[in-house]
């Protein structure tokens, strides 16, 4: 069991929770919880749809939404940050300007929304998953207010055509650390970013519960099977595997 005392209360930063097919999301938050952290969930787009596993309601923690209604209050919020953080304010808005994208200023606005809320919950630490939106917020949030920040790295934010490898090594060189879900993502991400990749990221493998998926030992069958599960996607990959 984790001491409460000694562990800072962790923000977790989403796109969207919760969210149907991002069950590895809510299997982490609640081991963390089942170790005793303290978590608290920022997301920055509530949910489309209402259905959700049952595990969602196994969650502790309580769910704050970033959502950009109405301009004033938004700017009222980044006004106080303004006066309280000033430098590492303005080189914060430096940075998301220099983008030339209404979507990095989008993020920056998110992302003090989000500092904004840090002494209210608690928060010391922020971890973000996906190294693409959520993660560009967490960054914002750490170069406003210098809340330490880590992600984790997937597959659909970093194999990219366009991806912008200057960009991502900046998020992986301010992150306290990274996570990425396999040695072949930490390779990749080494040819685009260099040895700040050896240094950061870390390797740990999505897992499951095996209290839920425990092994039906059955009697032997001449014929094996393979089972593949996965959302019924292109990019899943389920062509190659039936050729």
Do not use: W
Not at 15 to 26: A, G, H, L, Q
Not at 159 to 165: A, E, G, K
């Amino acid at each position: 069991m984790v001491d409460k005392k000694a562990s800072p209360k962790i923000g977790y930063v989403l796109k969207m929770y919760p969210r149907f097919s991002e069950t590895f999301i809510v299997n982490e938050i609640l081991e963390l919880e089942r170790r005793g952290m303290d978590i608290h969930i920022f997301s920055l787009k509530r949910p489309k749809i209402g259905r959700f596993h049952t595990r969602v309601t196994q969650v502790r923690a309580e769910a704050t939404y970033l959502t950009l209604r109405g301009l004033a209050p938004v700017l009222r919020v980044h006004r106080r940050l303004l006066l309280k953080f000033r430098g590492r304010y303005l080189r914060a808005l430096l940075s998301a300007l220099s983008r030339r994208k209404r979507s990095a200023l989008t993020r920056f606005l998110q992302a003090g929304l989000l500092v904004d809320q840090l002494h209210q919950t608690g928060v010391a630490h922020l971890h973000a998953h996906f190294a693409s939106t959520a993660t560009r917020v967490a960054m914002f949030a750490h170069l406003i207010s210098g809340i330490p920040y880590s992600f984790t790295a997937h597959a659909k934010d970093i194999f990219l055509n366009n991806l912008d490898s200057r960009l991502l090594k900046q998020k992986i060189s301010l992150a306290d650390f990274v996570v990425t879900v396999s040695h072949f993502n930490k390779s990749y991400l080494t040819g685009l970013c260099g040895e700040v990749v050896k240094q950061k990221v870390r390797v740990v493998y999505n897992g499951i519960d095996l209290t839920v998926f425990r092994p039906n030992h059955r009697a032997g069958r001449e014929q094996s099977y393979i089972l593949s599960v996965g959302r019924l996607v292109e990019k899943k990959g389920f062509t190659y595997l039936v050729e």
